[in-house]
């Protein structure tokens, strides 16, 4: 089925990935023409909610969460005397923890450098949540909320996917994506059909990074 959606040139921009690896090889002033209109060249897009820069590095999109978490968490700290420690922690399921869970198995396969400034965030609203000093053990916090960082909250999630797709239940997008061992060759190996492939990347041509590193 065809859909014949018009494109609206103003709106639409094109960026260009390269990795880290080809971005002083590949340049990003593409020319790229529509109904006689040559559209922006852009270092960085939003999808979705997502920020996608050139490199893959999703630093922007970092950057941003890191905004919103440091303002939500300030009104928590200027309201908190007003909350019991239910509503409190109500404030953080509702206004902070969906910011960090959004689309968190794509984005957090940044460097770990990056992912540090997003983890001091979430430390800071345990402590605002307990009332707690910052010299506090972070991890006697976490344990007390019941809480785990938020990178492995995103490797758990990466875990269900997977196991969702051994069951059959991912959409049709996502069987084409992840392969398991035993539809790539015949060899009858112990855990053939468990076993998801990963994508080959080239390193010199194509970044040598994946999502699922």
């Known amino acids: ?9 103003s709106k639409t921009k094109v960026l260009t990935v390269t990795g880290k690896r080809l971005s002083t090889r590949i ?12 559209l922006e060249n852009v270092r960085c897009a939003k999808l979705l909610g997502l920020e996608i820069d050139d ?45 960090i869970d959004y689309v968190s198995v794509v984005w957090t396969s940044c460097d770990k450098h990056t992912l540090i400034h997003v983890l001091k965030l979430q430390k800071r609203a345990a402590r605002v949540i307990l009332d707690a000093n910052r010299q506090a053990n972070s991890v006697k916090l976490f344990n007390k909320l019941n809480w785990i960082p938020f990178s492995k909250q995103a490797k758990l ?28 060759h015949s ?3 112990r855990h053939a059909n468990f076993n998801i492939v990963r994508p080959v990347v080239k390193q010199q041509t ?3 990074r994946t999502c699922l590193q």
């Open 157 to 184: 999630t990466k875990c269900c996917i997977i196991y969702k797709h051994l069951q059959g239940h991912v959409p049709i997008y996502l069987k084409s994506l992840l392969k398991l061992t035993s539809e790539i």
């Open 1 to 9: 089925m065809v859909l014949n959606i018009p494109l609206n040139e």
């Open 55 to 99: 490199e893959l590095t999703f630093i922007p999109h970092v950057d941003k969460i890191c905004i919103r978490l440091s303002q939500r968490i300030g009104i928590l700290k200027r309201i908190k005397c007003c909350l019991p420690l239910k509503h409190r922690l109500l404030y953080y399921n509702t206004m902070i923890r969906p910011i």
């Open 187 to 189: 060899h009858q190996t």
């Open 27 to 38: 340049g990003h002033d593409l020319v790229v023409v529509v109904n006689g209109k040559q």
């Open 206 to 208: 194509e970044g040598g």
